[in-house]
Protein backbone atom coordinates (compact mmCIF):
# COMPACT_ATOMS: atom_id res chain seq x y z
CA UNK A 1 0.00 0.00 0.00
CA UNK A 2 1.55 3.04 -0.93
CA UNK A 3 2.56 5.90 1.96
CA UNK A 4 -0.33 8.60 2.50
CA UNK A 5 0.68 11.51 1.16
CA UNK A 6 1.16 14.74 3.45
CA UNK A 7 -1.95 17.11 2.86
CA UNK A 8 -0.07 21.00 2.03
CA UNK A 9 -2.69 22.41 4.13
CA UNK A 10 -1.80 20.19 7.40
CA UNK A 11 1.69 22.07 7.71
CA UNK A 12 -0.22 25.44 7.85
CA UNK A 13 -2.90 24.91 10.35
CA UNK A 14 -0.43 23.49 12.55
CA UNK A 15 1.39 26.82 12.26
CA UNK A 16 -1.70 28.95 12.75
CA UNK A 17 -2.23 26.55 15.96
CA UNK A 18 1.19 26.89 17.41
CA UNK A 19 0.53 30.78 16.51
CA UNK A 20 -3.09 30.72 18.50
CA UNK A 21 -1.40 29.00 21.22
CA UNK A 22 1.57 31.78 21.37
CA UNK A 23 -0.41 34.03 21.57
CA UNK A 24 -2.34 32.42 24.55
CA UNK A 25 0.31 31.76 26.47
CA UNK A 26 1.47 35.66 26.08
CA UNK A 27 -2.18 36.52 26.97
CA UNK A 28 -1.95 34.07 29.78
CA UNK A 29 1.33 35.42 30.91
CA UNK A 30 0.39 39.28 30.98
CA UNK A 31 -2.77 38.06 33.01
CA UNK A 32 -0.15 36.19 35.92
CA UNK A 33 1.53 39.51 36.00
CA UNK A 34 -1.25 41.43 36.80
CA UNK A 35 -2.12 39.20 39.17
CA UNK A 36 1.43 39.38 40.64
CA UNK A 37 1.01 43.46 40.65
CA UNK A 38 -2.57 42.65 42.75
CA UNK A 39 -1.15 40.57 45.19
CA UNK A 40 1.97 42.80 46.18
CA UNK A 41 -0.84 46.05 46.03
CA UNK A 42 -2.65 43.96 48.80
CA UNK A 43 0.16 42.95 50.88
CA UNK A 44 1.65 46.31 50.57
CA UNK A 45 1.11 47.60 53.53
CA UNK A 46 0.56 51.26 53.68
CA UNK A 47 2.11 53.38 57.10
CA UNK A 48 -1.28 55.64 58.24
CA UNK A 49 0.76 57.68 61.12
CA UNK A 50 -2.18 59.91 63.12
CA UNK A 51 0.72 62.74 64.00
CA UNK A 52 -2.13 64.80 66.11
CA UNK A 53 -6.07 64.54 66.77
CA UNK A 54 -6.67 65.12 63.58
CA UNK A 55 -3.53 64.99 61.36
CA UNK A 56 -2.67 62.12 59.31
CA UNK A 57 1.14 61.77 57.92
CA UNK A 58 1.14 59.16 54.86
CA UNK A 59 5.09 58.56 53.78
CA UNK A 60 4.63 57.02 50.54
CA UNK A 61 8.07 54.84 49.10
CA UNK A 62 9.17 52.91 46.15
CA UNK A 63 6.82 52.27 42.95
CA UNK A 64 3.72 54.07 43.06
CA UNK A 65 1.22 52.23 40.01
CA UNK A 66 -2.31 52.49 39.36
CA UNK A 67 -3.40 49.39 41.47
CA UNK A 68 -0.95 50.32 44.39
CA UNK A 69 -2.15 54.10 44.15
CA UNK A 70 -6.26 53.29 44.46
CA UNK A 71 -5.64 50.70 47.13
CA UNK A 72 -3.64 54.05 49.27
CA UNK A 73 -6.24 55.92 48.61
CA UNK A 74 -8.75 53.50 49.80
CA UNK A 75 -7.03 53.53 52.85
CA UNK A 76 -6.37 56.99 52.97
CA UNK A 77 -10.29 57.38 52.63
CA UNK A 78 -11.53 54.79 55.18
CA UNK A 79 -9.06 56.13 57.47
CA UNK A 80 -9.93 60.12 57.27
CA UNK A 81 -13.70 58.58 57.59
CA UNK A 82 -12.98 56.15 61.07
CA UNK A 83 -10.93 58.97 62.84
CA UNK A 84 -12.23 61.98 61.47
CA UNK A 85 -9.06 63.25 59.90
CA UNK A 86 -9.06 67.30 58.68
CA UNK A 87 -5.52 67.50 56.92
CA UNK A 88 -3.72 64.70 55.50
CA UNK A 89 0.54 64.83 54.80
CA UNK A 90 1.15 62.43 52.00
CA UNK A 91 5.26 62.81 52.03
CA UNK A 92 6.96 61.78 48.93
CA UNK A 93 10.61 61.58 49.42
CA UNK A 94 10.84 57.96 48.86
CA UNK A 95 9.01 57.74 45.34
CA UNK A 96 11.99 56.69 43.30
CA UNK A 97 10.30 58.05 40.10
CA UNK A 98 8.04 60.98 39.25
CA UNK A 99 5.81 60.76 36.11
CA UNK A 100 2.76 61.92 34.58
CA UNK A 101 1.07 58.91 35.73
CA UNK A 102 2.49 59.33 39.95
CA UNK A 103 1.50 62.86 39.29
CA UNK A 104 -1.57 61.78 38.40
CA UNK A 105 -2.21 59.69 41.36
CA UNK A 106 -1.27 62.08 43.14
CA UNK A 107 -3.62 64.54 42.49
CA UNK A 108 -6.79 61.80 42.37
CA UNK A 109 -6.25 60.65 46.29
CA UNK A 110 -5.89 64.69 46.99
CA UNK A 111 -9.12 65.29 45.35
CA UNK A 112 -10.79 62.70 46.69
CA UNK A 113 -9.82 63.95 50.07
CA UNK A 114 -11.29 67.53 49.20
CA UNK A 115 -14.85 65.51 48.69
CA UNK A 116 -14.16 64.47 52.28
CA UNK A 117 -13.44 67.72 53.50
CA UNK A 118 -9.81 67.05 54.01
CA UNK A 119 -7.30 69.00 53.13
CA UNK A 120 -4.01 67.52 51.50
CA UNK A 121 -0.21 68.58 51.48
CA UNK A 122 2.51 66.73 49.42
CA UNK A 123 5.53 67.36 51.04
CA UNK A 124 8.92 66.08 49.61
CA UNK A 125 8.88 67.89 45.85
CA UNK A 126 12.50 68.54 44.90
CA UNK A 127 13.21 71.08 42.85
CA UNK A 128 13.74 67.96 39.96
CA UNK A 129 10.51 67.04 40.58
CA UNK A 130 8.84 70.34 40.37
CA UNK A 131 10.50 70.54 37.43
CA UNK A 132 9.58 67.59 35.56
CA UNK A 133 5.96 67.48 36.95
CA UNK A 134 5.69 71.46 34.98
CA UNK A 135 7.20 69.81 31.98
CA UNK A 136 4.72 67.27 32.51
CA UNK A 137 1.84 69.87 32.63
CA UNK A 138 -0.09 68.11 35.55
CA UNK A 139 -3.06 70.37 36.81
CA UNK A 140 -1.59 70.39 40.49
CA UNK A 141 -3.68 73.76 41.18
CA UNK A 142 -5.76 72.04 44.16
CA UNK A 143 -3.06 70.46 46.13
CA UNK A 144 -0.28 72.15 48.55
CA UNK A 145 2.92 71.38 48.44
CA UNK A 146 5.92 72.01 50.09
CA UNK A 147 9.49 70.89 49.83
CA UNK A 148 10.21 69.19 53.00
CA UNK A 149 8.05 67.51 55.48
CA UNK A 150 9.11 70.22 58.08
CA UNK A 151 6.83 72.60 56.32
CA UNK A 152 4.32 70.41 55.51
CA UNK A 153 4.05 69.54 58.91
CA UNK A 154 4.04 73.56 60.36
CA UNK A 155 1.04 73.88 57.35
CA UNK A 156 -0.63 71.10 58.65
CA UNK A 157 -0.42 72.09 62.37
CA UNK A 158 -1.60 75.69 61.88
CA UNK A 159 -4.47 74.13 59.50
CA UNK A 160 -5.74 72.71 62.63
CA UNK A 161 -4.91 76.09 64.61
CA UNK A 162 -1.54 74.69 66.49
CA UNK A 163 1.44 76.87 66.26
CA UNK A 164 4.92 74.57 66.77
CA UNK A 165 7.50 77.22 68.63
CA UNK A 166 10.79 76.73 69.37
CA UNK A 167 11.93 76.86 73.18
CA UNK A 168 15.28 78.06 72.91
CA UNK B 1 -39.01 68.28 48.96
CA UNK B 2 -38.31 64.93 49.78
CA UNK B 3 -35.29 66.14 51.58
CA UNK B 4 -35.39 66.56 55.31
CA UNK B 5 -34.92 70.21 56.73
CA UNK B 6 -33.40 71.31 60.48
CA UNK B 7 -32.40 74.57 61.50
CA UNK B 8 -28.99 74.58 63.96
CA UNK B 9 -27.40 78.01 64.76
CA UNK B 10 -29.24 79.95 62.18
CA UNK B 11 -28.03 76.97 59.79
CA UNK B 12 -30.27 75.21 57.20
CA UNK B 13 -29.38 71.33 57.40
CA UNK B 14 -30.63 69.78 54.39
CA UNK B 15 -30.65 65.58 54.79
CA UNK B 16 -30.50 65.13 51.25
CA UNK B 17 -32.38 63.12 49.15
CA UNK B 18 -31.04 62.63 45.56
CA UNK B 19 -34.14 61.71 44.31
CA UNK B 20 -35.31 65.83 44.62
CA UNK B 21 -32.80 66.86 41.63
CA UNK B 22 -35.65 65.23 39.33
CA UNK B 23 -37.95 67.89 40.36
CA UNK B 24 -36.79 71.60 38.61
CA UNK B 25 -37.59 73.99 40.53
CA UNK B 26 -35.71 71.73 43.72
CA UNK B 27 -33.39 74.91 43.96
CA UNK B 28 -35.45 77.90 43.34
CA UNK B 29 -37.79 76.20 46.17
CA UNK B 30 -34.75 75.30 48.70
CA UNK B 31 -33.69 79.32 48.22
CA UNK B 32 -37.37 80.18 49.23
CA UNK B 33 -37.41 78.17 51.99
CA UNK B 34 -33.90 78.98 53.55
CA UNK B 35 -35.05 82.75 53.39
CA UNK B 36 -37.98 82.53 55.03
CA UNK B 37 -36.50 80.95 57.80
CA UNK B 38 -34.36 83.88 57.53
CA UNK B 39 -31.03 81.90 57.64
CA UNK B 40 -27.84 82.59 55.39
CA UNK B 41 -26.31 79.53 54.96
CA UNK B 42 -26.56 75.59 54.40
CA UNK B 43 -25.36 72.24 54.89
CA UNK B 44 -26.09 69.46 52.45
CA UNK B 45 -25.66 66.44 54.42
CA UNK B 46 -25.08 63.66 51.92
CA UNK B 47 -24.33 60.55 54.61
CA UNK B 48 -27.81 59.27 54.21
CA UNK B 49 -26.72 58.52 50.46
CA UNK B 50 -23.95 55.93 49.97
CA UNK B 51 -23.50 56.28 46.11
CA UNK B 52 -23.34 59.37 44.92
CA UNK B 53 -22.66 60.19 41.11
CA UNK B 54 -21.49 62.50 39.22
CA UNK B 55 -23.89 63.51 37.59
CA UNK B 56 -25.83 64.56 41.18
CA UNK B 57 -23.02 65.76 42.07
CA UNK B 58 -22.83 68.61 39.31
CA UNK B 59 -26.60 69.04 39.85
CA UNK B 60 -25.83 69.67 43.71
CA UNK B 61 -23.62 72.01 42.49
CA UNK B 62 -25.85 73.59 40.34
CA UNK B 63 -28.10 73.93 43.13
CA UNK B 64 -25.05 75.39 45.65
CA UNK B 65 -24.74 78.14 42.61
CA UNK B 66 -28.73 78.98 43.04
CA UNK B 67 -28.46 79.57 46.65
CA UNK B 68 -24.74 81.11 46.17
CA UNK B 69 -27.06 83.85 43.67
CA UNK B 70 -28.93 84.66 46.48
CA UNK B 71 -26.78 85.63 48.69
CA UNK B 72 -26.51 81.67 51.10
CA UNK B 73 -23.34 80.42 51.43
CA UNK B 74 -23.29 76.41 51.01
CA UNK B 75 -21.41 72.82 52.32
CA UNK B 76 -21.54 69.93 51.51
CA UNK B 77 -20.73 67.58 53.72
CA UNK B 78 -20.80 63.25 54.88
CA UNK B 79 -19.33 61.99 51.41
CA UNK B 80 -18.62 58.23 51.44
CA UNK B 81 -15.25 57.35 51.19
CA UNK B 82 -16.50 54.49 48.16
CA UNK B 83 -18.12 57.66 46.15
CA UNK B 84 -15.23 60.17 47.02
CA UNK B 85 -12.63 57.48 45.41
CA UNK B 86 -15.05 56.96 42.54
CA UNK B 87 -16.14 60.48 42.00
CA UNK B 88 -12.35 61.52 41.70
CA UNK B 89 -11.93 59.06 38.13
CA UNK B 90 -14.10 61.67 36.63
CA UNK B 91 -13.06 64.99 34.55
CA UNK B 92 -14.82 67.19 37.25
CA UNK B 93 -13.40 68.84 39.65
CA UNK B 94 -16.02 70.34 41.78
CA UNK B 95 -13.77 73.71 42.67
CA UNK B 96 -16.76 75.51 43.87
CA UNK B 97 -18.40 73.34 46.40
CA UNK B 98 -16.84 73.43 49.66
CA UNK B 99 -16.32 70.13 51.61
CA UNK B 100 -16.30 69.09 55.25
CA UNK B 101 -16.19 65.44 56.75
CA UNK B 102 -19.32 66.07 58.90
CA UNK B 103 -22.17 68.35 59.92
CA UNK B 104 -20.21 69.22 63.24
CA UNK B 105 -17.32 69.86 61.07
CA UNK B 106 -19.14 71.96 58.79
CA UNK B 107 -21.10 73.59 61.35
CA UNK B 108 -17.12 74.79 62.51
CA UNK B 109 -15.95 75.95 58.80
CA UNK B 110 -18.99 78.15 58.69
CA UNK B 111 -18.30 79.41 62.69
CA UNK B 112 -14.50 80.07 62.32
CA UNK B 113 -15.30 82.01 58.94
Partial sequence: MPPAKKKPSSNASKERKITEQTGTIDSQREEIA?????????????????IADTVLMVPLVGT?????SQKVM????????????????????????????????????????RL?????????????????????????????????LKDAMTLAYSAIGIELVSKG | MLSQVFIVKQTVIVQLNVEDFSFPRFGH???????????KQVIFDMSSSKTLSSLELSQLEQVIENLRLNGIKARVCGIHPISAALLVHFKYDFNNIEFSLHVDAALDAFASR
Fill in chain 1, 74 to 113: EDILINIKLEEIRVLVIDIAGIKVVDSSVAAHLVKIAKAT
Fill in chain 1, 116 to 148: MGCKSIVSGISPNIAQSIVNLGVDTSGIETTNT
Fill in chain 1, 64 to 68: LDSVK
Fill in chain 1, 34 to 50: DLKDQISAAKFDLPLLK
Fill in chain 2, 29 to 39: DLAVEIQRKRC
